[in-house]
């Protein structure tokens, strides 16, 4: 990583867009996806129809803490127009997260590494906010904030492995020692988010609706807020991650700047 060499940086600097038109993007990519998630929002409570709601996995209703869990969900339910996208733009940037660990461990530059930690840092604030929207939910519906039931066990877990990452990050004092064990802790933290989103398929007595179905399909005034709501989260969490690997970028060349004059002045 830290033999990448100044004519690989300069090389790479003249195929990428300038700082300043990759920040564009950026606040573009925000702007828009504020907007949709927006829609979302709006779509979802003043127009978005009542539904009975997504069944349970076995079709079954359950007893939690004294209160009923059935298939009938109403009002509440309009929290999966949030909840949803955000869960789903976490598992993305996590699965980023681990291909750019997978790239850095091939290839060894420092770019990857950056990328890597930067789509941890926006998976893990995504990951928070889908552990609250899920709460309030359940809080409503089930009478309890937290239930160990097999999905939100293993988003649980992952919300930890996520959180163990940035510990061990900072426990590792060699930059190189440091990358090249978060890059291994990244790709087994990426093996969960795919058991966490089909835990509720593979393990038929959970309790948790499975909101995403194929025997289905969602009629025009739901399916609408539902992909706003994706596209939307997915563009803000893409504008961030830019934003914050342009400033870091801009970071590291202040910083090579600053050793090549030391050098010169030694």
Known sequence: MANESANER???????????????????AVVLGCA???????????????VSGANLS?????????????????????????????????????IAAAVYAVMFLARRRESYDLRSRLCMLVGLVFIVATMISGDLWTRHDWGVWWVWE????????????????????????????????AAVFAIVAAIDAPISFFITRLVPSSIHPVVIRTDSGLPPDMLVPFLAGIFGMALVGFGFF??????????????SLKRSYEELLD
């Open 150 to 181: 097999p999905r939100l066990t293993t988003y649980f877990i992952l919300m930890l492995l996520v959180i163990a990452y940035f510990i061990l990050r900072a426990a590792v004092e060699d930059p190189e020692t440091q990358a090249r064990f």
């Open 36 to 50: 949709l998630t927006t829609l979302d929002f709006l779509w979802a409570f003043l127009r978005a129809p009542m």
């Open 242 to 255: 830019r934003l914050r690997l342009t400033l870091e970028e801009q970071a590291m060349e202040v910083e």
């Open 58 to 94: 076995d079709g079954q209703a359950a007893i939690i803490n004294g209160t009923v869990v059935s298939t009938r969900l109403l009002f509440s339910q309009k929290i999966f127009y949030f909840h949803v996208p955000v869960a789903i733009v976490s598992f993305c940037f996590i």
């Open 10 to 28: 300069e090389a790479g600097g003249g195929r990428r867009w300038s700082s300043g038109r990759w920040t564009t993007v950026a606040i573009v």
